[in-house]
């Protein structure tokens, strides 16, 4: 059974940083990453990574997010940097290897 247990959300002025950590059990998954959802807003992308360290990032995060993995912990990162209040909103994490699964989501508030 898949489990992802996410961590780091909470609240962060203009400016400041933030790291949310997904732990993933029951499998390896080739893609891993993180998705947001701003109030009345649809889920969007923010970044992905493959187990060969292959990026792909939203363009509104590119340069002040940074994703990593440690396949050997089956454990997904995002260091988010220069946040803004725009970057508010419930963060899940995603794993996919023919099937996706998403975590329960972390908060995260960018306010001043």
């Known amino acids: 059974q898949v489990q992802l247990v996410e961590s780091g959300g909470g609240l962060v002025q203009p400016g400041g940083s933030l790291r949310l950590s997904c732990a993933a059990s029951g499998r390896i998954f080739r893609v891993m990453g993180w998705f947001r959802q701003a109030p009345g807003k649809e889920r969007e992308l923010v970044a992905t990574?493959?187990?060969?360290?292959?990026?792909n990032y939203a363009d509104s995060v590119k340069g002040r997010f940074t994703i990593s993995r440690d396949n050997a912990k089956n454990t997904v990162y995002i260091q988010m940097n220069s946040l803004k209040p725009e970057d508010t909103g419930v963060y899940y994490c995603?794993?996919?290897?023919?099937?996706?699964?998403w975590g329960q989501g972390t908060q995260v508030t960018v306010s001043s």
């Open positions: 995603y794993v996919h290897h023919y099937t996706s699964y």
């Open positions: 990574i493959t187990t060969d360290g292959s990026t």
